[in-house]
């Protein structure tokens, strides 16, 4: 079947660095996106990643790695407005996005 | 910019009832979906949309149904609502496929079924 790992929760300190990680198993592969969800409200994209390798996008950064199914989300200079869901999503060979359950992030002071 | 519009925000049905949830986009947009949000897990597609009058069933399709009769609006009914369904409803859109082309989503609809 299709699958999505990413940590439940995770907690880190305000303008420190963490690191999301999010493992796929899918039939086939177009893609892995992220998106932030602030509590109820809707998700909004962060990154696309399709090639090997990061991608930088001011505070944010995004990696893939095909071969290991795997990717993370690097976070940078934390800000208590960071705090949110993060949603890993891949796209399998039907251009389906298969959705993990997100990883609850907190911001502490 | 009004982008991707949800109605209602908020509903409470009895079981049994019906209704539809309705979606709006202004981005010219030719897909668009219907996802549902439960506590612990991923976004689950309901079905969704490649173009204007044509709709899929996506991973949990059963006791709803949808129409793409133009290309902004997309509407997804509950025939029968039943407590399963207490859930948040999300209307996303995009341009084409989602082949690295990010989605737009709605505000969301917040359903309880009691």
């Known amino acids: 079947g299709q699958n999505i790992d990413q940590p439940t929760e995770m907690t880190a300190t305000e303008g420190a660095i963490v690191q999301i990680n999010c493992t796929y198993q899918t039939s086939g592969f177009n893609g892995l996106f992220w998106y932030q969800q602030h509590a109820g409200e809707a998700p909004t994209f962060l990154s696309y990643?399709?090639l090997d390798g990061l991608e930088e996008k001011g505070r944010f950064s995004s990696f893939l790695s095909r071969s290991k199914g795997y990717s993370y989300l690097l976070l940078k200079e934390l800000q208590m407005k960071d705090s949110a869901s993060y949603l890993c999503?891949?796209?399998?060979?039907?251009?389906?996005?298969?959705w993990g359950a997100g990883t609850k992030l907190i911001i502490k002071p | 910019n009004a982008g991707v519009t949800q109605t209602p925000k908020f509903q409470v049905l009895k079981t049994g009832q019906s209704m539809t949830l309705q979606c709006a986009q202004d981005?010219?947009?030719?897909?668009m979906y219907w996802y549902r949000q439960d506590p612990g897990m991923g976004l689950r597609l309901i079905y969704y949309s490649a173009s204007e009058g044509t709709t899929d069933k996506g991973e949990v399709p059963d006791g709803y149904n949808v129409s793409r009769l133009k290309k902004q609006n997309f509407l997804l009914g509950l025939e029968s609502a039943a407590p399963s369904q207490t859930s948040v409803y999300f209307c996303?859109?995009?341009?084409?496929?989602?082949?690295?082309?990010?989605?737009?989503f709605g505000q969301g609809t917040r359903l309880t079924v009691v």
């Open positions: 999503a891949a796209l399998d060979s039907n251009y389906q996005l298969i």
């Open positions: 990643n399709v």
């Open positions: 996303a859109s995009s341009h084409a496929d989602l082949g690295g082309t990010e989605a737009f």
């Open positions: 981005m010219n947009h030719n897909s």
